[in-house]
């Protein structure tokens, strides 16, 4: 392509104030926390300067806003060599140590200043940002590498480029501000927040995957994924701490470097403060652990610094930690208490989940008695024995987690290998494991368990809100025979739930003799409530109710997209594999699953008496495009953004269709970087190229109704 140039230098002075602009907007809204622009014209300007770049590719530069995630996954992450080594800090648990530890400072301190730089520690990961020369006098992100043990990390730099806080740039003027080289090294905490962390956790839920156990064993494992395009997905955030020149710390101070890297554009956390005593330690220790749990990031402790540099130096370091530094932890979040047995509890789905069934043991502010196994691997991976000792733990999400066996600890009554079971521990039906899953299932469709499970799951808040079908109602629903299915619950009226029970124990106060007595579960007003709350969930909306009746791997992202997709039950049951797959987020094991769903003659009586009692099961109808109907698409080499994945699904969604390979009945090609065979015969055969921008452009273009149906019409 050929083209005037001034032509080319109006494209390339766009491209450089759009990327100042997003810059700018990127910091605002990741560092900043306060954006100035709203989420669709930050896209436009991005999507823009994507179409500019596709134009132009020889104007694209790796620290353009449009590169944060790389195109080709990591072979694997080098080995490099820190600067200087990543050390640890010394560890204080109460008021005592940190007293001891400030009367240590001060007498080697001598007539140098003491005063502290507090800050939280943040439970995640510490990494090294190298930057180095820019064109312009800036600074880029060259270089980003794991801890790894202090002397080595692991460059992992395409997956620290993908989280929005990190600059990539760094501006001449802000160098000149600061007195900074162009080469300088920052060094700081990558966290998973608490959001991203639960989203991560739900989706391996839904994949069947064990959850990560803590937001740090998630943000470490992140790091270290091979697919930038997954990293980015999981929102990471990073704080930074330390600013280097030549591996030596910039000789400010840590109060002033914090300054300094704020004005470089970094994140750095907010909650920080100059001290001069232990008891503002103290007092900033508390405020710390009482805002812990609303912060939306897990901290472990606050880390105490010692401000001035020179003192700093005076103090120096011991083999593993600089006698400058100490961090206090808080009181611990995890204990040890013993297994008395393990039980085996059936889920909505036959799925059996072990559970720890603990001696009670208070950890971070409740007493834990139970803590999920997850499955069977769990245990072995463990080596947990019934009797055993072990670690609990309490994280930010409130779940306790078993952490580890504790081996040196005595077992006052013995060990008992745990064996899981064979039989449903409900029913008594054979359980199965298929074929590269980690759970067990209970095989019968009718076990009692399953119905009180989806029961429960069926009313809760974000399923179809029923709020009165607890636990104590579900039971007794069961008991009396009154529901055998969901659908069941939409023919109760206030005679069927005034059968239900309560045992109630009463005291005589004068002979202490005990009674027991069977009385209402529910009043009268109670009742009605119920029977409101249940006409009321007829109208929760066909993704509620597709996630209600207990798909395998439907949850509510899926739910929604499916419902979004498929506009009505009857439409989604007639769907294909191929249709399913379709939409964002399917793919063979969903599709799989609600084919099997719908294929079950018991589930499809259930969706049939669900449609009688008039519960709704219609989206709101989505405008279907069709303007690539007819159009034959072949995808080669690695597109900016998109997977091969998503284009192709993108492509089908549109009406059009994708091949493997390029003929004359091809209509368009589109290419990527390193594209190879399939483009030259393209061009050999005359086929048009697109890149992924013109491939977006043509989507997004001219979106037409969908013609109704003939069911539809009549
Ligand atoms: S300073 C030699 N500051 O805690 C200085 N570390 O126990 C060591 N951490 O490895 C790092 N928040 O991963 C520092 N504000 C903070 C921190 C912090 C969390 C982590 C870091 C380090 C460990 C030290």
């Given at each position: ?22 810059r ?10 306060a ?6 014209e ?33 072979e694997?992450?080098g ?8 050390l640890?800090?010394?560890?204080a ?13 001060r ?7 003491v ?11 510490s ?13 880029t ?18 997956n620290?480029?993908t ?13 000149k ?11 700081g ?18 994949d069947g995957?064990a ?5 740090r ?5 992140t ?13 990471l ?12 710390y ?5 109060s002033?470097?914090l ?5 470089l554009?970094?994140?750095v956390?907010r909650?920080?403060?100059?001290l ?6 103290t ?5 710390a ?13 606050v ?7 020179a003192?700093?130096e005076?103090?120096g ?16 979040q995890?204990a040890v ?10 889920g ?12 009670p043991v208070f950890?971070?502010?409740t007493?834990?008695?139970?803590a999920?196994?997850?499955?069977a691997?769990f ?12 670690k609990?733990e ?12 504790i081996e040196?600890?005595?077992?006052p009554?013995g060990?008992t290998?745990?064996?899981f ?6 029913c008594g039906s ?12 209970c ?14 799951h069926?009313?809760?808040?974000s399923?179809?809100n029923i709020e009165?079908?607890g636990d ?17 619950l939409y023919?109760l009226d206030?005679e069927?739930?005034?059968k239900?029970k ?13 009674t ?8 009268p007003k109670a009742?009605?409530?119920l029977l409101?709350q ?7 909306g ?10 395998r791997?439907v ?5 929604e997209f ?11 049951e007639g ?8 939409v ?10 609600i ?8 589930n499809k009586?259930?969706?049939?008496r ?9 989206a709101e109808?989505k405008?279907?495009s ?29 009406g059009?269709?994708?091949a493997?390979?390029?003929s ?5 090609v589109v ?9 030259d ?5 005359g ?9 977006l452009a043509?989507?997004?273009a ?5 013609k109704?149906?003939?069911e539809e019409?009549?």
């Amino acid at each position: 392509m050929s083209e005037d140039k001034p032509g080319r230098e109006k494209a390339a002075a766009r491209i450089e104030n759009l990327r100042a602009e997003l810059r700018r907007h990127e910091h605002l809204y990741y560092v900043m926390d306060a954006p100035a622009i709203s989420d669709a014209e930050y896209d436009s300007l991005m999507n823009e300067l994507k179409r500019l770049e596709a134009e132009h590719p020889e104007l694209v530069t790796s620290d353009s806003p449009t590169q944060r995630v790389g195109g080709k996954p990591a072979e694997g992450f080098g080995k490099v060599k820190h600067s200087r080594p990543m050390l640890s800090l010394d560890n204080a648990y109460n008021v005592e140590e940190l007293t001891a530890w400030d009367k240590r400072v001060r007498e080697l301190a001598g007539l140098l200043p003491v005063e502290y730089v507090a800050e939280l520690k943040l439970d995640g990961l510490s990494v090294a940002l190298h930057y180095g020369p820019a064109d312009g006098g800036g600074s880029t992100l060259l270089t980003a590498i794991t801890r790894g043990d202090g002397q080595t990390g692991e460059d992992v730099t395409g997956n620290i480029r993908t989280i929005k806080s990190v600059p990539l740039t760094v501006s001449a003027v802000a160098l000149k501000k600061a007195g900074l080289p162009q080469a300088f090294e920052v060094r700081g905490e990558a966290v998973m927040p608490l959001a991203a962390f639960a989203r991560m956790n739900e989706e391996r839920e839904a994949d069947g995957l064990a959850p990560a156990v803590n937001p740090r064993n998630a943000a470490a494992g992140t790091l270290r994924t091979l697919d930038s395009k997954i990293v980015a997905r999981r929102r990471l955030d990073l704080y930074a701490y330390f600013l280097l020149v030549d591996g030596e710390y910039w000789p400010q101070g840590q109060s002033a470097t914090l300054q300094t890297l704020v004005s470089l554009g970094f994140r750095v956390n907010r909650n920080r403060k100059l001290l001069k005593s232990v008891e503002e330690m103290t007092a900033f220790i508390e405020d710390a652990e009482a805002r812990r749990s609303s912060l939306g990031y897990e901290i472990d402790g606050v880390v105490l610094k010692v401000d001035a540099q020179a003192t700093q130096e005076r103090l120096g370091y011991t083999g593993r930690a600089p006698r400058w530094g100490i961090a206090y932890k808080f009181t611990a979040q995890s204990a040890v208490t013993m297994v008395r047995d393990i039980i085996v509890q059936v889920g909505r789905t036959g799925k059996l989940t072990p559970v720890a069934d603990l001696v009670p043991v208070f950890v971070g502010g409740t007493t834990v008695s139970r803590a999920t196994l997850h499955n069977a691997d769990f245990i072995a991976g463990l080596g947990l024995k019934i009797g055993d000792w072990i670690k609990v733990e309490r994280g930010g999400d409130v779940i306790p987690k078993v952490v580890e066996v504790i081996e040196d600890h005595e077992h006052p009554r013995g060990t008992t290998e745990f064996a899981f079971p064979a039989q449903c521990p409900e029913c008594g039906s054979e359980v199965v494991r298929a074929e590269g899953e980690v759970d067990w299932r209970c095989v019968n469709a009718s076990c009692p368990a399953k119905l009180r499970e989806s029961l429960l799951h069926f009313g809760r808040r974000s399923v179809m809100n029923i709020e009165g079908l607890g636990d104590a109602v579900v039971q007794q629903l069961l008991e009396k025979e009154l529901v055998s299915s969901v659908a069941d619950l939409y023919s109760l009226d206030e005679e069927a739930l005034g059968k239900l029970k309560k045992e109630v124990v009463r005291v005589d106060k004068k002979t202490n003799e005990k009674t027991a007595k069977s009385e209402a579960l529910l009043g009268p007003k109670a009742i009605r409530t119920l029977l409101d709350q249940i006409e009321n969930s007829k109208k929760a909306g066909l993704a509620r109710l597709l996630m209600g009746l207990g798909i395998r791997f439907v949850g509510e992202r899926t739910a929604e997209f499916l419902a979004e997709e498929f506009g009505s039950i009857q439409a989604l049951e007639g769907a294909s594999a191929q249709e399913l797959e379709r939409v964002e987020e399917v793919g063979p094991r969903i599709s799989q699953a609600i084919i099997e769903f719908f294929s079950q003659p018991a589930n499809k009586e259930l969706v049939k008496r669900l449609n009688e009692a008039c519960v709704e099961m219609e989206a709101e109808k989505k405008m279907r495009s069709t303007q690539l109907e007819g159009l034959t698409f072949v995808l080669t080499g690695t597109l900016p953004t998109l997977s091969r994945e998503e284009a192709k699904k993108r492509i089908e969604a549109a009406g059009g269709k994708t091949a493997g390979s390029v003929s004359k009945n091809t209509d368009f090609v589109v290419a990527g970087e390193e594209a190879g065979s399939k483009l030259d015969k393209a061009h050999k055969l005359g086929v048009p190229v697109l890149s992924e921008p013109e491939l977006l452009a043509k989507l997004g273009a001219d979106i037409t109704p969908r013609k109704p149906t003939e069911e539809e019409q009549s």
